[in-house]
């Protein structure tokens, strides 16, 4: 939860939040609206908001930190895809498959209507699944009946297009991609060979 949301919970103003913590008001009021990232802040400026609020400190930065990278990551999904290869390659296909599926992830995303990462979330953990001879999660069966609306190329295979005009690039790039991308009109052809 952000600051925002556990003031709005406790009835709190930012101004009471200042009083409470004795930190600055125009401080608590940067932090609130985003100008000041409270992951910048000082331990100790964390740690008395996180009192003042009745939360932990992990807790209080959890929050700031999911709405960061959920910000960051529904600005560009060619960048998404991008940071999703790469922490499969990080942390290895089960790890992944199992934070993934813990965290949820993939309903919080479809909840939000945020279909193309929920869907490529998926697709990876059903991808990775059947690499390592996994069951497929069950949980998300209503989600795996869904796809989108138009198929979404990778920014590659859209530049070849645009210079080449030649509807085959796109054509052929659907027909080689990951099965498990391509039943929800997603075309990718690679997610191990990330730099």
């Known amino acids: 939860m952000t600051i925002e949301q556990l003031l709005a919970e406790k009835g709190m103003t930012k101004y009471r939040l200042s009083k409470d913590t004795g930190i600055p008001y125009m401080t608590v009021n940067d932090i609130c609206n985003g100008k000041t990232e409270l992951l910048n ?24 930190s999911e709405e960061a990278a959920e910000m960051e990551s529904r600005n560009d ?15 290895g296909d089960m790890v992944f498959i199992v934070e993934t599926l813990q ?11 945020w279909y193309p990462e929920a869907l490529y979330l998926l697709a990876m953990v059903d991808y990775l699944s059947r690499e390592n001879h996994l069951p497929i999660c069950i949980n998300y069966n209503d989600i795996r009946a ?16 645009a210079v080449s005009k030649d509807e085959r690039v796109k054509t052929e790039s659907y027909r080689k991609a990951i099965p498990e991308f391509r039943r929800f009109n997603i075309v990718e052809n690679e997610v191990r060979n990330v730099i």
């Open 103 to 113: 965290s949820d992830t993939i309903r919080r995303y479809y909840e939000k209507k």
């Open 41 to 64: 802040c000082t331990a100790a400026t964390v740690r008395r908001l996180s009192k003042a609020l009745d939360v932990t400190m992990e807790v209080l930065l959890e929050g700031e």
């Open 146 to 161: 869904r796809k989108l609306s138009n198929i979404v190329y990778p920014s590659g295979v859209l530049a070849m297009y």
């Open 77 to 91: 999904f060619e960048l998404f895809k991008s940071n999703v290869c790469h922490r499969v390659k990080a942390a």
